[in-house]
């Protein structure tokens, strides 16, 4: 760190990683010093297409390996966008190196993957988080002022999420996410982070019980050793009797719907990972009335729309800013945060818990 | 009938009943001639309070039986919403007595008594069909339209429906639908008949291959044998991959939301089973747009409310005048239409299905 300026690294040229390009310039405490490939031409090439679009003052560098940018001594904090298959060992060796990790989901390919990042990063006192933007949106407080506020929704039944997109035949065949070596989770581990993530988030924190999980369909690039999965349903099952259901897809196009229905009302969203572009985020609160009177039977309608502003011209994806603010607080503070790495080792632990129900046919399967 | 007139009977003085007094009256080819009760105070009240709000130019007589009713010869069918572990019994009666049977949900305890009602009806010669409103609903033409357009939906792929109320205390504790005599199936035979009634309305009645059931809370009246369900989840699993999620319960706050996911965008209704009231019943098509130029990721929203007329002060409930305006012109036609009660045993088989899956802890069952 240096004046108080988080400095950050990229750890790989993913497509995604372009999303945060401009998110480390916009936060406000953090600079971008570098972006790294396995070849320096990749690398210089996502930096100059880049910085001709969002330019910084002063041009970040291309490393041509991973090494040498974990290595760097001008860089705190490093974005791992790698496939989830790569993860794991870069994540460790930065750490190591003393550098705070922003990791992408999933995670890890599996638990015990995941305890060992988080491990290498208590060790060396480094910040861990996950990249999941939208805990960082300002919507949440709104939401969470709602579901405490008793009269709203009341006490929570029901969550409820679908988040998919549906892959052109190209991806299908041939995007990493559908290598079982890289991405072995597949949508699952690419969206079902999400579903997951939310529903735990609206449960602060809870673990459910149970969960069971439904593989709905897998498919492999040629060189896959075995299928991934493509569409994947489930359902959470926590004390008194509150569940959770949630499907994801690559086969299903876009939508991101979730609902979370109570004792007296429901509170829906329809953009609850990636919002719609606008100058707002919202959300609806439903609590319809039913009346009889004699033969009539009335169902009437009562719904709220409720927004925070979020878009500007200078925040054009706030949740993401805020993510990379929130993170370069963290590490320029000097203490690192244990939640966050708690949350995403819950994440992943009942991620695991919906595969091996998913693998015995259905059947619930407690999380430990 | 007379003068192609279907002259109703209600049998049961059920609150459910007193929605579909008008809606006789408003079907333009019906007139109600009575309703019956075990007691005919009882009946003459019910008659008393309704005539004085939608009142009929002859005043429709009070049965102190059912089976007076069901034999009295100037009545052409009968409107059964009788607790379900009465309805076989009447069913097969009115069958025989040569009536027409509009048959309340869920039609049978299990699947062998509908059988024998259906049976019944078909020796007789008699209509059957089930109660369920919104499939007299002008809105599932246009739904349909929409579904088989090609591009607004694509190829379905997911369908979703979660239908609930939250009971009170006295409900949950008093009414019949808290005795497992009466209505062993719980909430999911009340709502989850429309939950499942609509998925395969949307799967043009295709039947899945298998499904999954889990009661999540099971509760009863005192005087009840067993518990009844008061939340039930499962799903669906059709030829193709195509899945059905669905959640009913006593125990949330009223929602009534429908999703029909495919591979081009999706559908959506919040008020799926008993439409909202106002002049007309909506949906919405959602077809989100996700671009990325660059370092700038957009989800750009782009959603159609698509409407049909529906209310009229003449028509007040127009899904249910609908109901038995058609009811009523399969009887005046003469010859029965075996469809519909084709359409209530497939339900019926579901649903059966989906409590032997909870029965076995949510493995999944194939519907026979």
């Known amino acids: 760190m240096s004046n108080n300026t988080c400095r950050w690294g990229i750890l790989g040229s993913a497509g995604i990683a ?70 794991k060992q870069w994540a460790i060796r930065a750490a190591q190196a003393g550098k705070h990790v922003l990791c992408e989901k999933p995670c890890g390919s599996d638990v015990a993957e ?21 805990m960082h949106s300002r919507r949440l407080d709104k939401i969470r002022e709602i579901l405490e506020d008793g009269d709203s929704i009341g006490r929570i039944r029901r969550i409820n999420t679908l988040f998919s997109f549906c892959a052109p035949e190209e991806f299908l065949t041939g995007d990493i996410r559908m290598n079982s070596d890289l991405e072995p989770l597949g949508a699952l581990g690419d969206l079902g982070w999400y579903n997951l993530r939310f529903t735990l988030w609206v449960m602060n924190y809870e673990m459910p019980k149970a969960v069971t999980g439904r593989l709905l369909n897998a498919s492999g690039r040629e060189d896959s050793p075995s299928l ?80 925070v502003e979020e878009y500007s011209d200078s925040h054009p994806t706030a949740q993401e800013t805020n993510l990379f603010r929130n993170f370069g607080d963290l590490v320029i503070g000097g203490t690192p945060d244990p939640v966050w790495g708690d949350i995403a080792l819950k994440t992943q632990k009942i991620m695991m818990a919906c595969v091996e129900s998913a693998r015995l046919g259905g059947e619930p399967v407690q999380v430990l």
């Open 228 to 307: 991934v999965p493509t569409e994947f349903s489930g359902e959470l099952l926590f004390e008194g009797d509150i569940s959770a259901g949630f499907y994801c897809s690559f086969l299903t196009e876009h939508q991101q719907l979730a609902t979370i229905s109570g004792t007296k009302g429901n509170l829906r969203l329809d953009d609850f990972v990636l919002p719609y572009f606008g100058n707002e985020l919202a959300f609806t609160l439903n609590n319809a009335e039913f009346s009889q009177e004699v033969c009539d039977f009335h169902m009437k309608r009562f719904e709220r729309r409720i927004a």
């Open 18 to 87: 372009r999303k945060n390009w401009q998110s480390i310039r916009n936060s406000g405490n953090g600079t971008l010093v570098g972006v790294a490939s396995r070849s320096i031409e990749r690398a210089q090439s996502y930096i100059d297409e880049c910085q001709s679009h969002v330019s910084y003052p002063e041009p970040p560098r291309a490393f041509g390996s991973y090494e040498e940018m974990v290595e760097s001594p001008d860089i705190d904090a490093l974005y791992i966008p790698l496939p989830t298959g790569l993860r």
């Open 114 to 134: 995941l305890e060992e990042i988080l491990e290498a990063c208590k060790e060396a006192g480094v910040q861990f988080m996950d990249g999941v933007m939208f």
